[in-house]
């Protein structure tokens, strides 16, 4: 098994920064994409920025131009780097992960539990 562990969330006023961390433990052999959701109160989960093995970036237009995205293999790490925070960017951010548990398989698909990020105005 797997599992995705969120840090770095809390309350930051407005303009304020944020680095959120993940660590994935357990049964590893290798990740492929890593990314960062995000769900706000009564919205669908929503794609805030990615990054695949070989370091390309997405984000989200919301997003551009204030976070950034990277990740640690060694440490089966992805961490997301918010700057000029906005009450918008108040909500639930995810990890997810593609990983390989075992050489030549299929990849899973897993989720962090979420750590709440509140941006107060």
């Known amino acids: 098994q797997v599992q995705l562990v969120e840090s770095g969330g809390g309350l930051v006023q407005a303009g304020g920064s944020l680095r959120l961390s993940c660590a994935a433990s357990?049964?590893?052999?290798?990740?492929?994409?890593m990314g960062w959701y995000r769900q706000a109160p009564g919205k669908q989960r929503e794609l805030v920025a990615a990054?695949?093995?070989?370091?390309?970036?997405a984000y989200a237009d919301s997003v551009k131009g204030r976070g950034t995205i990277s990740r640690d293999d060694a440490k089966n790490s992805v961490y997301l780097q918010m700057n000029s925070l906005k009450p918008e960017d108040t909500a639930v951010y995810y990890c997810?992960?593609?990983?390989?548990?075992?050489?030549?398989?299929?990849?899973?698909?897993?989720w962090g539990q979420g750590t709440q990020v509140t941006v107060s105005s």
């Open positions: 990054i695949t093995s070989g370091g390309s970036t």
């Open positions: 997810n992960a593609d990983i390989f548990p075992f050489p030549g398989g299929l990849t899973v698909d897993y």
């Open positions: 357990g049964s590893i052999f290798s990740i492929n994409a």
